[in-house]
C-alpha cells in the first residue's frame, strides 16, 4: 500500500486534471422547476440504470404535467406516472415507488425534502433507505446535492475511473465495499482539507462527482473508452449542456495518469 499521504495529492492532482478540461461546464444538474431538492431526489431514483439525458427529459415532462412537487406525486396514477417517465429504466416499477416516496415525504415531513434530511448523517441515510427504490448510492446521492452532506458519492463511473487511473494502488477500486471506498476518499479529503485554509468539503465532494461524471460520459467509457480520442457528445433537452465539450480536445484529460489508457493503446486493443 502507498504511503499515507499518496491518496490526497493522487486525488488533488486526477480532479485538477478534470477540472481543466471539463470546468467550463454550467449545466451538470438541470434544475427545471423551483423546488430543486425535490428534483434532486426524483432525478435521483429515475437515473438508476438510465441514461440522464433521458431523465432530463422525464423530469421535463413530470414539470409540463404539473407532477413535479411532493403533493401531485402523492396522488398521482401509478400507470399514467409510468407513461411520463417511460422510458426510464424500470420505470413501472419507479413509478409507484416515487408514489411511495411522495406519500411519506408529505405525511412526515410537510412535502419538504430538506426537512426529511435535516438531522445527523447516519440517521438521515437510514432514513432514506428504509424508502423503496432508494439504495446507497441513491440515498447518498440526495444527501449530497439536496441535503448539504458533505460525502463522496460511490457509484460505477467512480468505480471504473478510479480502478483505470489506479488512484490507490493495492486496492481494487471495482470490487470494494461501498463504505470501504468511501471510507478511503473521504480521508484523503480530510487531509485536504487540513492542509489547505478555506478548502471546502462539500462544494468539492459535488464538483468531484460532477468531474467524474463527465469524463466517464465522454471518454472513459465502459467499453471502447476514448482514451486519445475526442469525447463523444449526446444530446440533451438543454441545448446549452455538453454544447462546447470535446469539440477540439485530443482525449481524456486523465490521459497522463491512466495506467489503462496506456496498456490500451500500446497493446493496440
Known sequence: MARA???PVALAHLTA??????????????????DHPFEILVGSVLVQQTRWQTVEAALRRLLAAD????AALAAADPAELA???????????KAPGLIAISRVLCTEFGGDVRAMLAGERLAVRARLLTLPRIG???ADTVMLYAGDHALFVVDAYTRRLFSRVDLIPGFD???AAYDLLQQQIELAVAQLAARQPGFEPLPFYRWLHALIVEACIHHCQATRPRCRLPGLRPTFVDARKCAEHC????????WS???YSRTVIVSGA
Not at 486534471?17 to 423551483?34: C, Q
Request: net charge negative.
Open 83 to 93: 407513461a411520463i417517465i417511460r422510458p426510464c429504466a424500470f420505470h413501472t416499477q
Open 173 to 175: 477500486c471495482e470490487r
Open 257 to 259: 495518469v491512466c495506467n
Open 5 to 7: 499521504d499518496a491518496l
Open 67 to 70: 407532477m413535479l412537487q411532493p
Open 247 to 254: 469539440t477540439t480536445c485530443g482525449g481524456c484529460p486523465a
Open 17 to 34: 486534471l478534470l477540472d481543466a478540461h471539463f470546468s467550463f461546464e454550467p449545466h451538470w444538474w438541470p434544475l427545471v422547476n423551483d
Open 136 to 138: 446507497r448510492e441513491t
